[in-house]
């Protein structure tokens, strides 16, 4: 069983053509998926290949890639420039200009030194340098995964331990039902003997007993609470299970869902609630039911 959290960090170095690199991913919880990446010169070509990298494996939250570079002191004034490079830059340009005319201003010439790939250290491989700098995301990822890992398996346990206590509340609640009723049968009777009071014995008796049947029907019709404990024990039952049977698989918003409806049938719990004690325990539930929902909400 593997529960991931959406909330982690992970960090890789090592040392590349270009000096000593430091990859950084960090990630927070978020309802849907959002990858942002603060790259150096020489990495911002290949950004596509780290999003396609890490997004697969982290398919919801906050995710910040970051790389830094300490560059290496080679004895050159600094980076060279790159002749095949510029030119496909500057034929572009061109082409554009040719489409586009007075709509593009020309480059500045900062703007044409940024461009990833015209500046570069001479003798540098750019395919071996890609692959290096891949394989220290993958090794920052899988740093990454483990913390989510570690704090997901704590809060699946946070998470299971509130579910048990969810099951001893309805467990706890069914049974005040009936004494309950049978408080609000001897409240009518006593309220009825005294309205008949005046009446024959015999016919009052008979009007008094018709009545409080009448009372006891509507009374257990309006706080019949079955159905909802039912609910809540078959949703309790749900999320334990794929809490248990995960295997790796996102879980999230599965168990948001089944949070949400929790709290749904925990209202109506409380509102049919025909005693202090019962919605008491009503709001026990409420409280241990948003407990749940803060942890879920930082699960993947």
Avoid at 31 to 47: I, M, N, Q, V
Avoid at 85 to 104: C, I, N, S
Avoid at 188 to 215: K, N, V
Avoid at 223 to 240: Q, S
Wanted: charged content about 25%.
């Amino acid at each position: 069983m593997t529960i991931y959290s959406m909330t982690g960090f992970g960090v890789a170095n090592a040392a590349t053509p270009s000096g000593m690199a430091s990859v950084e991913i960090r990630s927070v919880n978020s309802r849907f998926s959002e990858f942002s990446a603060r790259l150096p010169e020489e990495c911002k070509g290949f950004e596509q290949a780290m999003r396609d990298l890490i997004s697969p494996r982290l398919p919801r939250g906050k995710i910040e890639l970051r790389i830094a570079l300490s560059r290496l002191e080679t004895g050159r004034d600094g980076p060279s420039l790159q002749p095949e490079r510029l030119a496909e830059v500057l034929d572009l340009t061109k082409r554009v200009r040719q489409e586009a005319g007075e709509l593009v201003s020309p480059w500045s010439m900062a703007d044409l030194l940024r461009w990833p790939g015209v500046l570069g250290n001479e003798g540098m491989d750019p395919v071996a340098f890609e692959a290096a700098m891949l394989a220290l995301a993958t090794r920052a990822l899988e740093a990454l995964e483990t913390a989510r890992a570690r704090e997901g398996a704590k809060l699946a346990a946070s998470i299971e331990g509130r579910l048990a206590n969810i099951k001893e509340l309805a467990a706890t609640a069914g049974p005040l039902v009936p004494a309950v009723l049978e408080q609000i049968r001897d409240k009518t009777r006593q309220r009825l003997r005294e309205a008949f009071a005046d009446l024959a014995p015999a016919s009052g008796e008979a009007l008094i007993e018709d009545r409080i049947r009448q009372e006891a029907h509507a009374a257990s019709v309006r706080f019949d609470i079955a159905e909802e404990l039912d609910r809540i024990a078959a949703h309790v039952c749900e999320m334990t299970r794929i809490l248990a049977e995960n295997r790796g698989q996102p879980v999230g918003k599965r168990l948001d869902f089944l949070t949400q409806e929790l709290h749904r049938e925990a209202n109506t719990l409380g509102s049919k609630s025909p005693s202090l004690a019962l919605t008491q325990l009503a709001i026990e539930m409420k409280l241990a039911i948003e407990q749940i929902r803060e942890q879920v909400q930082n699960l993947q």
